[in-house]
């Protein structure tokens, strides 16, 4: 029992004598000190302890309690810190260079001057820390709690940070260069001027941080969220940003030159790099790298954004991101100096490079519309021209170029949509020319610079490296790779066109396409027709965002469109040669077009603020046609320019002007007439003097209804028996009722005003009814006095005349004929038939006619519909039925005489008609077309042999003449001006001829002795 009794003793003596030796070691403070190194102080309270100066390297602290503890100057390196308490400790002036603080809680601590370079502080808790005076650099922070700490202006290049929480700290001015950030949350931090260069951000949250002045130029941020970040006035040069969030992010004045932001761009081994991304799987790399999102960024014109990669950031982007782009380049443009033209035409000569006049000093609108291609270039240039102090409107628009021309030169001054200024990227064809002049217009144009089309492929497409016209018209044709060359891709051939009635088709069908046969195209076919695997597009940037995602897609796009996007694209040389402004100038690129500015002189010289905006233009062009991807003029071509804009805007003196009243000046010639005396029937070889009017037609003459006689033409005297006292038409008293045929009509009512004119003062009254009406009229019903009338009374309408006791009396006053004009270099048409001649005017193309003349679309020049020419040709041409004339296309109606021989003089393939007199006054612009062998000259008009001309015939009754003095007096008047009437109507004059015969007539008329008048 006693042995029992001892040994319980002694093991309870052993357990407190261990006891006592704990509690002695936990309480009592190190007993190495100054020296701890290597030491083993695990799991020890050493709380509150003051351990400044310690030397502890090395030391295995893990698990142990040194929170409030003193250690300031305390040598920590390499020391197992793991798990350990370190709140509120008081660590200034501390080494701790390469020591391990896994987990460890550094909350509150005091770290000024600390060092942790090298250390591992993954998982470590540093909440709320002030860190500005901590060396850091090297150490490792994963997983850190850092919220809310102070980093500011510290160097952290190259730390690694990775699963970091550093939710609204401050890194202002923290230098982060080639740091491992992924997965960091830096929600509501502040990083203004930080520098993140090179940094690894990837799968990082930034979402509302502050950014601004950052540097994150070569920073990696693949599935970074940047959304709503302040990135105003920083960096991200060449950065690669695939999958970045920036929905709402500021990038105002952000310089993003080089940026990476499409999937496409991402090399593989920028994700292998990185171990936050390295550790993905296939599903969720698939979902992070994808396009970056940018809707909804904030930006300006002082933001750069990558070059080459317009249409794809346009397709994100908008609009506005464009325009903001274009403005950009043209400010930047319009901000360098411009050069001094060269000298035009002679080494002496030397053109002003400022402006003629201030724009300050031009009032009035300038209107302009034409080629879209144009649009931004005017826009730019007129922005700067008000920006120099033009106050008034500028408008713009883009219009077809036909319809621009069309405005340019308006067949009515009273159009609402007359412009100045035509932009286009095509020369005006022969048929706007010709209608331009119809309407007294001569437009100039002055070259800025040169559109040329660049074929692309995707950047992938490593197999089609040069090719020729013949190899593009196969890519656009045929259905595979192989199939233009064998040693290409069997794969199809994917077409992205723009839409056929875009000025870059048409060059390119023209230029390319010469000669295929499209099949039917139509409105589901699209501009290709029948060829397959064709998508027509109604913008250039889609056509590139379509071929940038495409391998095997081609198109064709404005030069610019390719320079704006040449990041993603590739293109094409053509016949070995690549587009370049030297190509283009030397003419050996072939796809390529003019940017043309087109105006009228009269425009210029009525309207100084259009000619001072165009000198601005052509003065400021050349960048701004560079800055838009465009290749600007030389400087000889532009200094052209301004030479012949000045000469045409300078006004010449002493131009002719139109007359106030022609009317009443041609009155003013009119001649009263000797009275109606009797006098004998003159013998046609009796010598007869005109009493009047301009020279007769050389030539056979002959009288309405009688047989032509050849020979020279007879003159005669008509002399007076005696001299009665004058007619006084003012004295003459009764009215006079005319009807006739509308195509003659006008001279009888120019007649009838003259008359009135000298003193005439009852009613003449004039009704259009046509031929036979007024037939009717004057032989049936006997309600008119006058019929005047284009045909010789048929028989039964004389017999209708004779039964009322009328007998007809016919005077020719004049003739109406057509002549059939074409252009002077028309060398395939000299004769037609009238068959053929109702070809010419109803059907598309020459070659339609006979096959054997050019395949060349017909332009018309007409008159109104409401004129006799009209008339005339419809009824003796096309059988009264003038539907087709009026439907057929290619064709101008004006009444503009003059302006149609100037539109047919303009275009090589115009045909045209006009009355015979007004073909004189433009004989030398103009070539006649004989008809069924017939030449048109004064021979065949005198002998009646030219089948489009029809007299000019006044019809009475000798009953009726000799009962009203008023009428007789009136026919008379009509003899002796009739030439002048009829001149002036274009109408061919009657002949001296007929004309006295026509005088005789009308003596016999009223003299005829009662006793020879038929009696009912």
Known sequence: MRYIVLRILQVVSIVLLFNAVVLFVIMQPIQCDPDCSGQIMTNRNLSGFDLSDAIMVDADLRGS????????????????????????????GAKLIGADLRDADLRNTILDDADFRGANLTRVNLTRTNLTK???????LEQSRLIEVQLAGIDLAGVNMRQADLTGSNLDETILDGAFMGRVNFSGASLKNASLSGAFLNLSNLTGANLSSASLDGSSLIGTNLSSANLQNSTLIGATAVGTNFNGADLSNANLTGISLFQYELEDRKVTIDPSLAELNEFQRSQVIVDANLQGVVFDANTIWPAGKLALLLNILGSDFEQTQQDASISAALGQPTPSPVPAVTPDQTVDATPTISPDELEGDIATAGSSTLFNITNGIANEFAEQGFADTITIENAPAEQAFSRLCPFHTEQEDIIDIATSVRLLSDAERAICATNNYNPINFRIGTDAIAIIVNISNEFAKDVTLEDLKKMFTVERWSDVKPDWPAEPIVRYIPTADSDTFLLFAETVLQNVDLGSSSEDSGPLGDVTNVITLDSEDKIVRAIANDPFGVGFVQIDSFQQNNATLRMLPINGV??????????TYPLKRPLLLYTDPRILQQKPQVAGFLDFYLLNAAPVVEALGFFPSSTAVISDALTRLAEASTVVEGGSVATTNEEEELFSLFALPDPLIPAPIISPTVTVTPTGGPAPIAGPTTVAGSTPTDGPT?????????????????RLTGNILVAGNAPVISPTQMMANGFQHVGFTNAITITSVGNDQSFILLCETGQIDIANVDRIIADDESTLCDDIDRTPVVLRVGSDVLAITINPNNDFVQDVTLEELAQLFTVERWSDVNPDWPNQPIQRFLPPSTSSAFDLFVEEVLNDEPFALLQAQNTIITSNSDGRARGINTNPYAIGFFEYPVYEHNAGLLNLVMVEGIELDARTLANEKWPLMKPVLLYSAENIIQNKPQLAAF?????????????????VPASAQDLDEARLTL??????????????
């Open 134 to 140: 901590v060396h850091l650099q090297g150490a490792i």
């Open 578 to 587: 690549q587009l370049s402004i030297d190509t283009v100038n030397n003419d």
């Open 1003 to 1016: 003596r016999q008329a009223i003299s005829k002795p009662p006793e020879t008048r038929r009696r009912r």
């Open 65 to 92: 309690n040194l929170s409030n503890a003193d250690l300031r100057g305390a040598d920590l390196s390499g020391a197992n810190l793991s798990q350990t308490a370190l709140n509120k400790a008081d660590l200034t």
């Open 714 to 730: 007879p003159t005669a005297v008509l002399t007076p028996t005696a001299t009665p006292e004058p007619i006084t038409p003012a």
């Open 971 to 987: 026919l008379n008047f009509y003899l002796t001006n009739a030439n002048l009437v009829m001149d002036e109507l274009n109408y």
